[in-house]
């Protein structure tokens, strides 16, 4: 399985990027699947983003991006988006996509322990 994430970059504080994360060479259907956003600062551990499960659309933030980002998918593509707005200094991470290929479910979505495949990963620095 591979993940393609692209879209990161540096921005204003207060501005906006999308991140995509394509999947591909799945042996696994997406409906039973769910997939998250996951980012790390450095000399900070990996932290949970945002995350939703494929086939109902069911969507979960952190407290610290809540209201400002949003998690969606392309079915089409096979993929994830997370659109970032009203981004701060403290956004500033490499964030990585991850897939679990079974449906996580509401206790441990947030755990990075719960998805098996990531991507490499896409710097997003917001200057202040």
């Known amino acids: 399985v591979q993940l393609r994430a692209s879209g990161g970059g540096l921005v204003q504080a207060g501005g906006s990027l999308r991140l995509s994360c394509e999947t591909s060479g799945r042996t696994f259907t997406m409906n039973g699947a769910g997939m998250g956003w996951f980012r790390q600062a450095p000399g900070k551990e990996r932290e949970f983003v945002a995350a939703v499960r494929w086939s109902e659309g069911t969507t979960f933030y952190a407290d610290s991006v809540k209201g400002r980002f949003t998690i969606s998918r392309d079915k089409a593509k096979n993929a994830v988006d997370l659109q970032m707005n009203s981004l701060k200094p403290e956004d500033t991470a490499v964030y990585y996509c991850?897939?679990?290929?079974?449906?996580?479910?509401?206790?441990?979505?947030?755990?990075?322990?719960?998805?098996?495949?990531w991507g490499h990963g896409t710097q997003v620095t917001v200057s202040s």
């Open positions: 991850a897939v679990s290929p079974t449906r996580p479910i509401t206790s441990a979505v947030r755990s990075p322990h719960s998805y098996a495949y």
